[in-house]
Every structure is written in structure tokens, then in C-alpha cells.
């Protein structure tokens, strides 16, 4: 499922149903039930032999996780277990190009991580109106996406800007995890909404992610979601007396100077502020374990968010 407009910055998300073949699927679900997944899920529903063949179940999921993220994750991880007898798929991949690419070529930098210092490609962006915010003991930079539609919000902590010797007690997930749901709403209100400043310098080092939720069933009981995962409570009309023994999630980003996996040149037209603030300089210097998300600028929604502790 492709959400948002915008082919610069654009965030796919496709779901499957995995079901082993011993159960005889009804005819009621198939009228009911499987014309409401597609219609608000978009999801397909497969079958497939998990007891018997629980291998060959594997490259099935690996060829649909590859071919829904655009061959970016090939592997969905794990052999499933035999005793699987209903599998939710959910790949979620994003394609954003910046709306100002950092200079080309990137140049080797130290990054202070919380295990060892390495020498990383670092990027470089100078001279530019950018959302920004300081507070909590937070330093935040907004870097947009092809229209601003969406955006990369950049947390570190404040302090430590030219001090090597780094307080790893104090990391951005830390200090943004500490905070409450309010703070939290109204830390990336503020960011989002706030006036733009004049950024002298952005040095952000190149990075890639790809991570599969560990436990994510006892994640999502632990929200809320129990009934589906209680052999004697779940109930899915149609199927018979089945019940979510495996949820998988899988993720993955990469960021270089044109952007999140950017495959083309990015707009680097610069738009001009309508009412130019007065110019501070700001240096943001991402040399250390660093918070970042992806968030829908309209809608408030973050829809990718992750931290970097090494590189």
C-alpha cells in the first residue's frame, strides 16, 4: 500500500496472511472476511504447508518480503515453526529524496558511539533555513523530504557539541524516552511548527538500518492485543478454531546525501523565507549516538523512527 502523494518522499506498506493448509478455509470467509482485509488492510492471504514443509515456507515469505520492498530486504529471518498455524506479514519500506541534498562526497569523521569510536562517511549541508528547536535537553533539526510533506527529525543531546569526551547516561533515545506523552507531542509540535533558523553547518554521518522486531507478540499483547494470541478466546469467524501464534515485522532505511535510499537527483531549488529571522549561528554536529524519526508534516504521524548508538 502506497501512502502519500509525493514520488520524493513516499512510504510503502504491504500486509499478507499466512494460513497452514490443514484448515479448510469456509465459504463465508472468503465472502466476509477476506473482501475487508484487502479493502482496509490490503493484505493477500496465503496458504501455505508449515507443518510439513516449514523451509520451503520460508523462501515463499522471502521472495513476498523481496518483492514488497522493492528487493531492498531480501530475507524475512527465521525458519518458521512447524507448530505455526497463522503467520501476519508486514514489510514496510521508505523511498524520500532530500529537498536539499547534502554536498557530494562524503569525508571521514570520528563518531563517538557507545561501544567505540569509528571513522565514518560523514555528510555535509551548510547554510540553510531549517526547522530547529532546543529543549529538555534536547537539540532537534527537521530535514524535509521532496515537498516538506514529510520529514527526518535529527535529536541529540545538548552539550557535548565540541567536547569528545561524550555522557552516554544522557542519549537522545534516553532523554526523548524519559519524557511523557505530552512532552514527547509537544517537543515534535514545537520542532514541526516553530520558526526555521539559520543552520550554518549540518554534518550527519551515512547510515543504514534493518531490523526485525524481536518478541513482537508479546509487543502486541502487551498493548492491548491478547484475545487474537489465547488458544480458548480467538475468534476469526471462518476459519475454524485457530489462533496468532507469529507476528513479523521488518524494517529498513539507508540515508546518504540525496536522502533515504534516493535513486534519483533530489529539487534543490531553496525557497525563500517569507520574514528572515535574526541570524544565529547554529552548528549541528551529529558526532554521537543520535535519535531520528520520520514523520508525516500534515498529519503528525511518525512513521519510521529508530536510534543509532555505533557505527
Known amino acids: 500500500m502506497e501512502m502519500g502523494q509525493s514520488k520524493k518522499a513516499l512510504l510503502t506498506s504491504a500486509n499478507s496472511i ?44 522471502d521472495q513476498w518480503v523481496s518483492e514488497n520492498t522493492d528487493g531492498m530486504i531480501e530475507s524475512y529471518g527465521q525458519e518458521p515453526d512447524a507448530d505455526t498455524v497463522l503467520a501476519l506479514m508486514n514489510a514496510v519500506y521508505f523511498y524520500g529524496e532530500w529537498k536539499w541534498p547534502f554536498h557530494a562526497g562524503a569525508k571521514q569523521w570520528i563518531f563517538y558511539g557507545t561501544e567505540e569510536e569509528n571513522e565514518v562517511d560523514v555528510m555535509f549541508l551548510s547554510d540553510c533555513w531549517m526547522h530547529y528547536y532546543v529543549s529538555d535537553g534536547l537539540r532537534a533539526i527537521s530535514l524535509p523530504y521532496g515537498n516538506g510533506s514529510r520529514v527526518m527529525n535529527i535529536l541529540i543531546p545538548v552539550g557535548n557539541e565540541e567536547d569528545q569526551t561524550k555522557d552516554f547516561e544522557q542519549t537522545a533515545a534516553g532523554i526523548f524516552g524519559a519524557m511523557s ?34 518478541q513482537m507478540s508479546s509487543l502486541l499483547q ?16 471462518g476459519f475454524g478454531e485457530i489462533y496468532v501464534t507469529d507476528v513479523a515485522h521488518k524494517a529498513k532505511i539507508e540515508v546518504d546525501e540525496l536522502g533515504s535510499r534516493a535513486a534519483a537527483v533530489a529539487d534543490s531549488s531553496a525557497s525563500t523565507a517569507e520574514e528572515e529571522p535574526e541570524i544565529e549561528i547554529i552548528h549541528f554536529i551529529v558526532d554521537q549516538p543520535f535519535l531520528f524519526m520520520i514523520q508525516d508534516t500534515e498529519t503528525g504521524i511518525i512513521l519510521f523512527m529508530g536510534q543509532v548508538n555505533n557505527l
Open 222 to 237: 502487551e498493548m492491548g492485543m491478547e484475545n487474537a494470541f489465547n488458544e480458548r478466546l480467538a475468534d476469526f469467524p
Open 181 to 214: 506523552t505530552e512532552q514527547k507531542n509537544s517537543f515534535l509540535d514545537n520542532l514541526l511548527t516553530g520558526e526555521k533558523k539559520w543552520i550554518t553547518t549540518i554534518r550527519l554521518p551515512k547510515f543504514s538500518m534493518e531490523y526485525r522486531v524481536p
Open 18 to 61: 499466512w494460513i497452514d493448509q490443514r484448515f479448510e478455509l469456509s465459504e463465508e470467509l472468503y465472502e466476509n472476511y477476506l473482501p475487508l482485509v484487502e479493502n482496509y488492510y490490503r493484505a493477500s492471504m496465503y496458504q501455505a504447508d508449515f507443518a510439513k514443509d516449514s523451509a520451503e515456507v520460508k523462501k515463499q515469505l
